[in-house]
């Protein structure tokens, strides 16, 4: 016979099963009570050292101790009544972490002190932070190096660091976050790492932009098949753009690299990253042609390469960029034509190609460019006459900038009607007749 069938040991079963339920219930919640009380207590100590706490954290009071999750700024897991998120942005907050008790949020998931004035080093007590999966300390003015614990937050998909004060070199065991989709560290005094040591093909976003970095194209980034945004402007990087970013990444919708060494062609193979939206490589060593192929990336709304020193021709195939809104060529040494297909971008705000070695006359299908608010086209040696039809359809002309060309006839007295415009610079050019009037 089973015990199941014994009318006296089953009921003595189901006694220890509600004895064992009542424990239970009791229990958690004590647990839960004792670590929501450790937690408020945490938030008070270290609000107690802040030099300046932010009037909403007002009902952050000893004397609504057990209102913990209703507190502002706090939101409760709705499980366990703890902590699961702190958010405390942009609320003036002064002070350091040295004396937040990281210890006993052991739910957090999310803790964002975005655009405060918080200073001094990241606590490396932060990687106790087991669950943690958004970590923002972005904005903010924290010194010294990135502590490698961060590392140990192995949940983390949102990293940012962006504009603080941090120095050193950025430790490669960030590597080790396999669920990191965004990290940003940018506008900070970061080192390279052995870069080697990385691997992080979970990532969607990537930003060292300004930063004191100094290797060639760090290799890794090369796998990270899902970047749709990538900046590592305004560092000293190195050498040519490797292939791979051309055939590896073609969800990229941003590729910023301005303002560092890279030298080199750009690659024909651009026209594999069809998503992209803006390419901005300005203030670097490239060289050789612009690829006819850029034509191909239908969505590109801004295209930068100014201060470079590509060559040859503007490539007629930019008029099937029908999205571009800024193209900036300038300080190169093209020595083409302007190609009449340009007219083709009726959504260019911005079209700058002063200081090349351009020849010809202004193609009328330019009077096309009906949104078009500054012209830069000096330092040239562009002539003929530059059109009345041109300049009539130009309504939201703030600045036109034709100075040091050779262009001759007429100066168009249409010009007078443009009322937006602030900007006018003509001379040195061979025009005659009279300046026109408003
Ligand atoms: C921001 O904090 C500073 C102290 O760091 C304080 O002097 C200032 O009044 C605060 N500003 C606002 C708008 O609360
Ligand atoms: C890339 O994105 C796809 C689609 O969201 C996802 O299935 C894949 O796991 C991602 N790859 C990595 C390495 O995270
Ligand atoms: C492209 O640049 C514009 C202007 O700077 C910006 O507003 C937009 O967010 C950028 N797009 C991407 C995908 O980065
Ligand atoms: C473009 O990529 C292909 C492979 O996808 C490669 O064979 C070719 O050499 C690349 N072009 C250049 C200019 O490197
Ligand atoms: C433009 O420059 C390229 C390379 O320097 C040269 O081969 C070509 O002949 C030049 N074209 C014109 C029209 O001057
Ligand atoms: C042109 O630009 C405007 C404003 O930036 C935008 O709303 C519109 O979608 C653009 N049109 C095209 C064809 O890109
Ligand atoms: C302006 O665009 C229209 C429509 O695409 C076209 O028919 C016309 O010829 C263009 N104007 C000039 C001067 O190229
Ligand atoms: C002036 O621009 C408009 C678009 O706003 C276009 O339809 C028209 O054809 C242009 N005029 C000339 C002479 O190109
Ligand atoms: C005037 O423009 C021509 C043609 O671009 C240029 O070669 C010359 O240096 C300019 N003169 C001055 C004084 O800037």
């Not at 703890?82 to 990281?102: D, K, Y």
């Not at 939206?277 to 670097?284: E, H």
């Not at 009539?392 to 415009?421: A, D, R």
Request: with cysteine; glycine share 4%; hydrophobic share 40%.
């Amino acid at each position: 016979m089973s015990s199941l069938h014994n009318p006296s040991m089953a009921a003595s079963q189901k006694l220890y099963l509600a004895l064992f339920h009542v424990l239970l219930l009791s229990l958690f919640p004590l647990k839960a009570k004792s670590s929501a009380r450790a937690q408020a207590e945490a938030l008070l100590q270290w609000k107690s050292t802040l030099s300046f706490s932010p009037p909403p954290l007002s009902s952050w009071s000893r004397s609504n101790l057990n209102n913990l999750c209703e507190w502002t700024a706090v939101s409760c897991s709705s499980t366990s009544r703890t902590v699961s998120q702190i958010n405390l942005r942009s609320l003036n907050i002064t002070g350091t972490l040295a004396h937040f008790n990281f210890t006993p949020f052991t739910d957090l998931t999310r803790f964002d002190i975005q655009s405060n004035n918080v200073n001094g080093a990241i606590p490396s007590a932060i990687g106790s932070l087991s669950k943690l999966t958004h970590l923002d300390l972005s904005v903010n003015l924290f010194e010294g190096s990135i502590p490698v614990e961060i590392s140990q937050l192995t949940e983390l998909q949102y990293l940012s660091l962006y504009s603080n004060n941090l120095n050193g070199i950025i430790p490669f065991q960030l590597a080790n976050l396999p669920k990191v989709r965004h990290l940003d560290l940018g506008a900070n005094y970061l080192e390279n790492p052995d870069w080697s040591k990385f691997s992080m093909p979970s990532l969607e976003y990537l930003s060292f932009f300004l930063n004191e970095l100094t290797a060639e194209f760090p290799h890794f980034i090369t796998n990270c098949r899902n970047l749709t945004f990538l900046d590592l402007s305004l560092n000293k990087f190195t050498g040519q753009i490797p292939e791979l970013v051309y055939t590896n990444l073609g969800k990229l919708e941003a590729l910023n690299l301005y303002n560092n060494l890279f030298q080199g062609p750009l690659s024909s193979n651009i026209s594999k990253l069809s998503n992209l939206k803006n390419i901005s490589l300005q203030n670097n060593l490239l060289s050789g042609q612009i690829p006819e192929s850029i034509g191909s990336i239908s969505g590109l709304q801004i295209f930068e390469l100014f201060s470079n020193s590509f060559q040859g021709n503007i490539p007629s195939s930019i008029g099937q960029l029908k999205h571009l809104e800024k193209l900036d060529l300038r300080m190169n040494a093209l020595n083409s034509t302007i190609p009449p297909e340009l007219g083709l971008c009726t959504n260019l705000t911005y079209l700058a190609l002063a200081d090349n070695q351009l020849s010809g006359e202004l193609p009328l299908s330019l009077s096309n460019l009906s949104k078009i608010a500054d012209m830069g086209l000096s330092e040239n040696s562009l002539s003929g006459e530059i059109s009345p039809t041109l300049i009539s359809n130009w309504t939201e002309l703030i600045s036109l900038q034709v100075q040091n060309n050779l262009f001759s006839g007429n100066i168009p007295p249409e010009i007078g009607k443009l009322t937006m415009l602030q900007y006018l610079f003509l001379y040195n050019n061979s025009f005659s007749g009279s300046i026109p009037r408003r």
